[in-house]
């Protein structure tokens, strides 16, 4: 196939200049990519019920080249491309017939087309139809809906009167009805606005002063600070409440530091356990599974829980109970141990300055980013516990929300990344990263937490999809 000339998307875009420069700048590939006037990200979900393919279209040619090999039923993924970029989705047989569900039995495709206006979302329909939504399509059938339910209650009213008086009344109650009803819209818009606005500031000046490397820089002053008196923990070992640094404190995107979270006989504990089974750390692969990726440098396992034990003091179930407990105190879920993830032994090590490839882990979210709707059995929170911590490098940073968290030894940050009132994910604000260990040790202990998870539905009977092994095997 003829390869493409034009502009492809971003994911396989190179910028020879923009390396050159890079040096000179001292700023992050993506955040100059961030700021092209003509590079826009986008959502696709694919609610079509079948498996599809997206490929991006060459504009002067035609010609299509892969972007998204086998995007499962109720799966989706993000993709950054260029405005006028074009995208074709193909329908792929089931699994079961072999066939697809367009006349003839042949396979349906559609196409959508990247614009400039934000938040850009993809829904792949029955039938393989596309629906484009972006922040103002949504802002205007908001303000569609909210007229029309002001109407609607004007009109029941006014048929039921015909007093000229009564009825003047009614469509004062109706300018009154639409009017609060925009302030608030408007009171919501303002304040996202306002709250994104001022991130952006501070992460421009954070970037333009500060990398990683800037070892004098310390935690982000926190919004608040409270304290946290775990009922469920040993009275006899603890004197005081844990102080808890509360950094950001929004619906969806909740980061918190909890001081002396953990203990040196815990630590010592999880360690034990870890160290015959230590392996190179993965990440998810996009379909299903997990690889080796450049992106995490580091060892890791899987430490399992021995629940049993709990009540004889075993350490680990233990430490993994105060886990749950302060997930349960933050957020309104209720969650139980029952199939969890295992709690994660994770380790980097410094090798000095001068390694050019230290151990680290790049910008990533755990869960879902992109402020759509919570898929059942996925993460929606993160406990992070820190039982060495290196003596030069190893800051965990949440670029997103400007928030440089240095950890301390046996402390503890904390994110969730749900809306639990609307079960909308978070929109990147806890997006964060593991700055590399220069000099010393990062050990490291985490929880990820999930909603929807059971003794019979556990953890891994899904795949990093979000899709049950036994519903993908019918597709």
């Not at 001081?259 to 230590?278: G, H, R, T």
């Amino acid at each position: 196939m003829k390869q493409p000339t034009a502009r492809p998307p971003l994911s396989s875009a190179v910028f020879p200049l923009l390396l050159l420069l890079l040096p000179l700048l001292s700023l992050p590939m993506q955040l100059i990519a961030a700021q092209r006037s003509d590079a826009s990200s986008i959502q696709i979900t694919n609610d079509s019920g079948n498996r599809i393919e997206v490929h991006w279209v060459h504009p002067d040619t035609g010609e299509t080249v892969l972007q998204a090999p086998e995007v499962l039923p109720g799966t989706g993924f993000s993709l950054n491309s260029f405005v006028g970029h074009s995208f074709q989705v193909r329908e792929l047989p089931t699994g079961e017939t072999e066939v697809c569900g367009g006349e003839e039995e042949t396979c349906r495709v559609n196409y959508f087309t990247v614009n400039d206006n934000q938040d850009q979302v993809i829904m792949i329909k029955d039938g393989i139809d596309v629906e484009h939504t972006d922040a103002h399509a949504i802002a205007a059938r908001s303000a569609s809906t909210l007229l029309s339910d002001c109407k609607s209650k004007a009109k029941s009213q006014l048929a039921a009167s015909s007093d000229p008086v009564t009825a003047n009344t009614i469509l004062d109650d109706l300018t009154s009805c639409a009017q609060r009803g925009i302030a608030v819209e408007i009171e919501h818009a303002n304040e996202e606005i306002a709250f994104q606005a001022k991130v952006r500031k501070d992460l421009a000046g954070m970037v333009e002063n500060y990398t990683c490397a800037d070892e004098s820089m310390n935690t982000t002053e926190a919004h608040r600070v409270e304290y946290w008196d775990n009922d469920g923990d040993d009275v006899v070992a603890r004197s005081a409440p844990r102080k808890v640094h509360v950094m950001i404190d929004r619906p969806a995107s909740r980061i918190h530091l909890i001081s002396n979270f953990m203990n040196a006989d815990e630590c010592q504990a999880v360690e034990e356990a870890a160290e015959p089974i230590l392996h190179d750390a993965t990440v998810a692969d996009g379909s299903g599974g997990s690889k080796l990726s450049e992106s995490r440098k580091a060892k890791q396992a899987g430490i399992k829980v021995h629940w049993k034990k709990e009540e004889e003091g075993d350490l680990i179930a233990k430490l993994s109970r105060r886990v749950y407990d302060y997930v349960n105190h933050v957020l309104p879920f209720d969650i139980k141990e029952n199939g969890q993830e295992d709690l994660m032994s994770i380790q980097y090590f410094g090798r000095g300055a001068e390694d050019k490839t230290p151990d680290r882990y790049m910008p990533h979210c755990d869960g879902d980013c992109t402020g759509l709707e919570f898929k059942p059995g996925n993460r929606m929170a993160t406990i992070v516990m820190y039982c060495d911590v290196p003596a030069v490098g190893g800051a965990t940073r949440f670029r997103n929300s400007n928030i440089h968290v240095k950890p301390e030894q046996y402390s503890a940050t904390f994110f969730s990344y749900i809306d639990p009132e609307t079960m909308k994910m978070d929109n990147g604000f806890t997006e964060h990263s593991g700055c590399p260990v220069v000099e010393g040790k990062k050990k490291i202990v985490t929880q990820w937490v999930r909603v929807g998870v059971d003794d019979e539905n556990r953890w891994d009977s899904f795949n990093t999809l979000g899709i049950k092994y036994s519903d993908a095997a019918d597709q």
